[in-house]
């Protein structure tokens, strides 16, 4: 929100004025990532998902660091914690509407797939508010 200061001639002080710059909010970042669609945001099919993998490939910083699951303690964030590599092509790689986009991840010296949607991210991550929108995206229109 910007906040604006005007003089009025008819008063002899300042008057101040709240003037809203707002984001796009949740729903037109979702349907941004999906393309020229309807005013709603389709549900999940190898389309949408396919769509969504190019809109994140382009704009995720790649690798960053996610939880899986969510930990609960600190002894879990060391346990849990993993590198996310790559996202997989929906076309080239199983990914369905139970699990959605995968995305190649490193725990350890382990290299293991996992759901995105799985995946828990910093919220000061630059990707934070990407993978959040494509997880809203995910669990309410499917």
Request: glycine share 4%; proline share 9%; net charge negative.
């Amino acid at each position: 929100m910007s906040l604006t200061v005007v003089a009025d001639a008819r008063w002899n002080g300042l008057r101040v004025v709240l003037e809203s710059c707002p984001e796009p909010d949740q729903r037109d970042r979702i349907i941004e990532a999906l393309g020229p669609l309807a005013e709603c945001p389709p549900g999940i099919d190898e389309q949408t998902l396919s769509r969504y993998h190019t809109y994140l490939s382009a704009n995720l910083s790649l690798p960053f660091t996610a939880w899986y699951p969510e930990p609960t303690t600190p002894l879990e964030e060391v346990l849990h914690l993993c590198t996310v590599l790559e996202l997989l092509d929906p076309t080239k790689y199983i990914c369905d509407e139970f699990e959605g986009i995968s995305c190649m991840t490193r725990k350890g010296k382990f290299a293991v797939n996992l759901p995105l949607v799985e995946l828990r991210v910093p919220e000061n991550s630059p990707n934070y508010q990407l993978i959040e929108d494509y997880c809203h995206w995910f669990w309410n229109w499917c």
